[in-house]
Nanobody, 127 residues
């Protein structure tokens, strides 16, 4: 059973950077599509970024709200996916979750139904 654990959330000033980690156990992460999602208080869940299974090339995708500021990457040796977040602003404040789904589904990875979810890590952007 795949298990995901996020880390790296913190309080950061506007304009700052953070790197979130999504560490996996129980299975090999590069087999899966991996997505990062966030949910701010009082708002719905938003897909932020994703990386497809290595079987399908490991392509990446980003929500318009983070394009050019966030970068998703995968370290297969560490069985971990990262989300590098730069130029953070108050609109990025949220709980960030990573999620995984086997590459059985087609379509843009931002909009797939993910099977496995981590508990989340809090990112707060404030001065």
């Amino acid at each position: 059973q795949l298990q995901l654990v996020e880390s790296g959330g913190d309080l950061v000033q506007p304009g700052g950077s953070l790197r979130l980690s999504c560490a996996a156990s129980g299975s090999t992460l590069d087999y899966y599509h991996i997505g990062w999602f966030r949910q701010a208080p009082g708002k719905g869940r938003e897909a932020v970024s994703c990386i497809t299974s290595s079987i399908l090339g490991g392509s990446t995708d980003y929500a318009d709200s983070v394009k050019g500021r966030f970068t998703i990457s995968r370290d297969n040796n560490k069985n971990t996916v990262y989300l590098q977040m730069n130029s953070l602003n108050s609109g990025d404040t949220a709980v960030y979750h990573c999620a995984a789904v086997p590459p059985r589904l087609l379509g843009r990875c931002l909009f797939l139904d993910y099977d496995y979810w981590g508990q989340g890590t809090q990112v707060t952007v404030s001065s």
